[in-house]
């Protein structure tokens, strides 16, 4: 019984990380751009919601109102700073987008001031519902396991079946060809830019409601969804979402079940006190051993 | 333009190199560390303008002498933290350097400022138990507790209720070991689960949530400051367990926290060496002025802030400004002779205070705005443990 | 050799270097005169970080190898002193030689694992291993765990007493001096030029039958044995150690500073090391002389400043120099 529910919380974790690293993967692939400032857009995307919020007095339409609003924002980052890195290393791409990451953080500060924010789960879904006789479950998490999955299928909609899609997969695997396609690659690449971060929006406002709106909140799970979509492949949105699911339930069962599993082989105390360890290092330790049986991933281009 | 830019650039460059303009010589110089920038900023604001009402307060001046407070900024890391402090005693050459939210900026500071700048220093929030105990030393000085003191008090209060099992979660990193160690350390009853999660990088505690609500504990314990807090709090209310499982707490719900915890908070308990309406003329006072001026309710770490530069001034003005004989001042702080917003205040032998703990019940005033007040005194005069660990009478 | 150097000072770049050396050689007795010990103190975390950034300029500048977990080679120096100093093994002698080898071996190994990857993959998997040494630290309960440790600093009896900040100042600059001496030794030799030759084209180095992947593998482990050695110096400067030296931001900043600095310079990584630490000390009162309360948001111009060094200044300060021959 415990255990379908934790399966479900690592379902739903791992929903919301695919929302994040789906616009990562897509950057990376289709430009091969290593963008750090993606978990600012997450953040702005929280932000965002929470004035609109304030503004429209609807949970719902806030949100709708937001994904919008980050998508015109990753059409100016875009215009103004990343385009001038798609020809250039990894290395200046990192650092770039490093500055851009103090500067949101401290502009987010100077605007919306130290403290954090709240967003209220809407009226509707603050309630819990039981999904087995007797045993409650948030109804909010299953919202965000509904929209969650239907994003993941939008996308492979948009990536299998799509015009842009066509192109996106050209992209991911050989970058001269859509040129030769005679598109109007610098309209793709705005686009493809604006959409990924009005997918970080989304995950920064979905994520909301049950963590806190604060600046820097991007940054702590940048990493993973770095993690996710090195581990799935770059320009892999498969592979994104594979990685993604695996990181939760890994992360679920390391959280949930190590503890006792360790127990049967370990004194408590050792048990107790190595798994949290174990866990905070495990999907590092997952990647690492990813890499080294296939150095581009599980779905990625083989070089 | 250019020529008014250069003409900044210098004097910002002098002002670096510590080339004060002539007036600052006769100040009392206190420096005050914290974090200012980056999410945790929000703690910092709040010891700050408890500290500019401190000065406030003081009209100015300290025996006679202008008030000058240089805030730094950690950044919320020890090396940064480190060097600033280094600033502070070497440059501006500070009589006094406060603040230090953190254990870890506290102790990768502590040699620098106490040792090797022998610069009287004073923690308004951290308490890591080396300094309370071995490393415990004369230049030291505490306006708050010791990680452990508070939850044992909590731990205390929670025997006399007759809570018979619970189930504690922390992060796992350094103070939250300490903190639930802490409540160990003097609760009786059963410990039903124990976890410990990622830090600070975990914003998701459904796991942690699940496993409580299929143990049935009597109450859960939990230990997370700032926006962990906020999460904490909020993910236990949306799954269910507010109306079935009660929340005890240390440091996760407080007047940084609680305009995004909201109604979500509404009769946790937690514990606190101070609380906003302890029945004091000067805690009225603050509380009143710092409500006037800012809108919002003050947090123990602003209280605490507060307690530090008047701790200082007690000091200052006993001796009249004269503070060229440095065992005369730490002669002087160690007497406390000040009036706390916490009420009596006594040091022990390692320069932490000797103080109660105050169970305080998470309220709504008349106005709706979420705060705290004060239901038991949970423990009095609460020593800590290490005090005996530290050599200093 | 010697008409080189000459020759090299007639340049702006040769005497921009050699005044600053000589001002740097000069500092404790120049600080000591204008009454600025402060700026002594700036200088040594200078002087320790153009170390780090000099090692990592090894793989990076000359290598093309975009190392993301440098900082953890700062942990492995700073706790193997510092765990030997709580155990009561205080000599330097044995602390200094054992925290090198121990960063030595464990670049290797995981530079032998990490250099199967390419590009961003490469960039990510340095990051996981220096997340786990970076968690092997903060779970050290016994050393401090999170909130570090407080640690005697290493002794090397009656020779230098590091307690000296004069003294402690010279030998972390003789120790630069070293490092850039070796490191422009070994970009000059036969192994530097398959190592920058990779760099440029992998697949000629591998036709013209160079075990590259071994070269990689040998500059990586100098290079963690360098930045040990780093480690070391911050521990003993602060006479602290915590897990903090080795987050992954520390590692950003390096990678900061030799990019600053202009990457494959034999003296980037010192005047990147200047000016990041110049920014940070004075871009602070700068804002708040142009308008009180400023200064708090400096990294509202710091990030963009980044932006613009990435974008337009690939060569660093090094390159504001004029051309590099060579």
């Not at chain 1, 997450?42 to 932000?47: D, K, L, S, V």
Request: hydrophobic share 50%; net charge positive.
């Amino acid at each position: 019984m415990e255990y379908l529910i934790q399966v479900l919380n690592g379902l739903q974790l791992g929903l919301l990380m695919f929302l994040l690293a789906a616009g990562l993967t897509l950057t990376f692939g289709i430009m091969d751009l290593v963008n750090l400032a993606h978990g600012s857009l997450y953040m702005m995307g929280a932000y965002f919601a929470w004035t609109l919020i304030g503004w429209t007095d609807s949970f719902v339409l806030g949100a709708l109102l937001a994904i919008p609003a980050t998508f015109l924002l990753g059409v100016v980052v875009e215009v103004v700073v990343a385009r001038r890195l798609y020809a250039r290393d990894h290395l200046a791409q990192v650092l770039a987008t490093f500055g851009l990451i103090l500067f949101f953080n401290e502009l987010v500060r100077a605007i919306w001031g130290p403290d954090g924010k709240s967003i209220a789960v809407p009226a509707f879904l603050d309630h819990t519902v039981e999904i087995l006789p007797g045993i409650p479950y948030p109804a909010y998490r299953f919202a965000l396991i509904v929209v969650g999955t239907a994003v993941a299928l939008l996308l492979a909609w948009l990536v299998a079946r799509t015009r842009l899609g066509m192109l996106i997969r050209a992209g991911a695997s050989n970058r001269r060809m859509i040129g030769a396609l005679g598109v109007n690659i610098e309209l793709l690449f705005t686009l493809v830019f604006g959409l990924g971060a009005a997918f970080a929006g989304l995950a920064g406002l979905m994520a909301a409601p049950i963590a806190s709106v604060k600046i820097g909140m991007g940054d702590d799970i940048l990493i993973v969804a770095f993690v996710i979509i090195v581990i799935g492949g770059i320009g892999s949105i498969k592979g994104a979402f594979v990685a993604a699911l695996m990181v939760g339930q890994i992360d679920i069962v390391g959280r949930a079940f190590l503890p006792d599993f360790l127990k049967t082989f370990l004194d408590p105390a050792s048990a107790s006190a190595a798994a949290p360890a174990i866990s905070q290092v495990l999907i590092y330790v997952v990647m690492a051993a990813v890499l080294v049986w296939r150095p581009t991933g599980l779905f990625g281009q083989r070089s | 333009m250019t020529g008014k830019l250069f003409g900044g650039a210098t004097v910002a460059a002098m002002l670096a190199l510590g080339l004060q303009p002539a007036f600052a010589q006769q100040a009392v110089k206190i420096g005050f560390v914290s974090t200012f920038s980056g999410p945790q900023a929000a703690i910092g604001e709040d010891m700050r303008r408890s500290v500019d009402l401190a000065v406030e307060h003081l009209g100015g001046k300290m025996g006679g002498k202008p008030i000058q407070i240089i805030y730094e900024d950690d950044q919320f890391k020890p090396d940064v933290g480190k060097q600033r402090s280094e600033k502070l005693v070497e440059q501006d050459k500070a009589n006094f350097i406060a603040g230090y939210i953190w254990s870890n900026v506290l102790l990768a500071s502590l040699k620098t400022v106490a040792d090797e700048g022998d610069t009287i220093m004073i923690s308004a929030n951290a308490g890591p138990s080396q300094i309370a105990g071995e490393l415990c030393n004369k230049n030291f000085f505490s306006t708050s507790w010791q990680n452990d003191q508070t939850p044992m008090a909590m731990g205390e209060y929670l025997n006399q209720k007759g809570v018979k099992n619970l189930y504690l979660v922390g992060p796992n990193y350094a103070a939250g070991k300490d903190m639930l160690a802490g409540l160990k350390r003097t609760y009786k009853g059963k410990i039903v689960g124990e976890d410990y999660t990622k830090w600070p990088d975990q914003l998701d505690f459904s796991a942690e949530l699940t496993k409580i609500g299929a143990a049935k504990p009597d109450g859960i314990f939990i230990f997370y400051p700032g926006a962990h807090g906020v999460q904490f709090v909020k993910q236990w209310a949306q799954a269910g367990l507010n109306k079935t499982v009660p929340l005890y707490q240390v440091f996760s719900i407080d007047a940084i926290t609680l305009p995004q915890q909201g109604d979500l908070a509404l009769g946790t308990l937690g514990a606190q060496e101070w609380v906003n309406d302890l029945p004091n003329d000067q805690n009225k006072r603050y509380v009143e002025d710092f409500k006037k001026k800012y809108n919002v309710y003050p947090s123990y770490y602003g209280a605490q802030s507060y307690d530090a530069i008047m701790l200082i001034a007690s000091a200052v003005e006993a001796l009249k400004g004269d503070l060229s004989n440095k065992d005369k001042v730490r002669a002087e702080m160690k007497k406390a002779n000040f009036k706390s917003l916490r009420g009596d205040f006594k040091f022990g032998n390692n320069n932490f205070p000797v103080e109660n703990f105050y169970i305080q019940e998470t309220v709504k005033d008349p106005q709706g705005l979420m705060t705290v007040k004060t239901i038991a005194t949970a423990v009095t005069a609460a020593k800590d443990p290490f005090a005996d660990k530290c050599p200093m009478k | 050799m010697q008409t080189s150097l000459i020759a090299s000072l007639r340049t702006p770049r040769g005497l921009v270097t050699t005044a600053l050396l000589l001002v740097l050689a000069l500092l404790p007795l120049l600080t000591q005169a204008l009454d600025q010990r402060y700026l002594l103190l700036v200088g040594t975390r200078i002087v320790i970080w153009s170390i780090a950034a000099a090692s990592l300029n090894m793989i990076l500048g000359y290598g093309g190898l975009v190392s993301f977990g440098h900082a953890a080679f700062f942990g492995i120096g700073g706790y193997t002193v510092g765990i030997l100093s709580a155990n009561g093994i205080n000599s330097g002698w044995i602390q200094w030689p054992a925290a090198v080898a121990i960063a030595g071996v464990w670049a290797a190994l995981i530079g032998a694992l990490s250099l199967r990857t390419r590009g961003v993959y490469f960039i990510m998997i340095t990051l996981a291993f220096a997340q786990l040494v970076y968690y092997l630290g903060s779970g050290l309960e016994a050393y401090g765990g999170d909130d570090g440790l407080n640690i005697g600093r290493s002794r090397f009896s009656g020779l230098i007493d590091l307690r000296d900040k004069a003294s402690f100042y010279w030998l972390c600059f003789a120790l630069l001096l070293a490092t850039l001496w070796f490191s422009s030794r070994l970009v000059n030799s036969r192994f530097g030029y398959v190592l920058r030759g990779a760099k440029s084209n992998e697949l000629r180095m591998t036709a013209l039958g160079f075990p590259i992947f071994r070269y990689r593998l040998a500059a990586f482990a100098i290079a963690g044995a360098f930045g040990a050695l780093a480690g070391i110096l911050l521990a003993n400067e602060g006479a602290y150690i915590s897990p903090a030296m080795m987050s992954w931001v520390k590692s950003g900043d390096l990678i900061v500073i030799v990019v600053l600095g202009g990457m494959g310079a034999l003296f980037g990584p010192l005047y990147g090391a200047i000016g990041f630490f110049a920014v940070e000390e004075f871009l602070k009162p700068l804002l708040d002389l142009l308008h009180k309360g400023w200064g708090e948001y400096w990294q509202i111009v710091f990030g963009p400043l980044l932006v613009m060094v990435a974008l337009y200044a690939q060569g660093g300060i090094d390159s504001l120099l004029g051309r590099r021959h060579g």
